[in-house]
């Protein structure tokens, strides 16, 4: 019998083919629409381990939503042949809570093909790998397109205060403000082998025109 040859997925990788939000590069602000996405996140609160040169890991919790991520990629590999690259953790920063500790939105970008029943069974093997009943605070979000303001930052992601500032001015020059918490994407691998000044970090927020 004639063994039947099978082409390798192609790889689609979200950072290319959303350019405009995950390759950027420095300058001034960019103001634009950005399409409807879907994320995983998880809600948390704790404080963070900032000392190294990879991207803010918490310290009060564990985060678990990249393990459902990874179980949606496995999900569409397998049902969809859509195979698609893990994205870089992403960050809406809120507020400290009475304790000091921070309120977030840890999130992953996934692909527009994934469904509610998708995560759904992403997240019950999760609680089976783990042996748990609960997970964390995780639920996958929808975004209507959003106009949204974003910056590029090179440098550690513990001085994008300053990059975050030059955001906001921009913006009042340009007769905008401001929506809501900001969000940071970082780029980087989680690894120590970066030294601080290769760091890339984006910085965005939602925006709306000054009446």
């Not at 309120?103 to 509610?116: S, Y």
């Not at 906001?168 to 030294?195: F, Q, V, W």
Request: proline share 5%; hydrophobic share 35%.
């Amino acid at each position: 019998m004639k063994k039947v040859e099978t082409k390798p997925l192609k790889t689609h990788d979200h950072r290319k083919i959303h350019k405009n939000i995950y390759q950027m590069k420095q300058g001034n602000t960019m103001i634009q629409e950005l399409p409807a996405l879907k994320f995983v996140s998880q809600r948390m609160v704790t404080s963070y381990h900032m000392e190294w040169d990879g991207h803010p890991e918490p310290k009060d919790e564990k985060w678990i939503a990249w393990k459902v991520a990874n179980q949606l990629k496995q999900i569409t590999k397998k049902e969809l042949a859509y195979k698609f690259k893990r994205m870089p953790p992403e960050i809406v920063w809120h507020k400290k809570d009475k304790n000091g500790k921070w309120i977030v939105d840890q999130m992953l970008l996934v692909a527009d093909c994934v469904t509610d029943a998708m995560y759904d069974r992403a997240i019950e093997k999760v609680k089976k790998n783990l042996r748990v009943n609960e997970l964390p605070k995780i639920t996958f979000v929808k975004t209507k397109p959003t106009l949204c303001a974003q910056i590029f930052h090179l440098g550690h992601y513990r001085d994008t205060k300053e990059s975050l500032r030059k955001l906001t001015s921009e913006l009042e020059e340009k007769g905008y403000h401001a929506i809501g918490a900001h969000r940071e994407i970082y780029l980087k691998p989680a690894m120590a082998c970066y030294p601080p000044e290769k760091c890339e970090t984006i910085i965005r927020v939602k925006v709306e025109k000054v009446e």
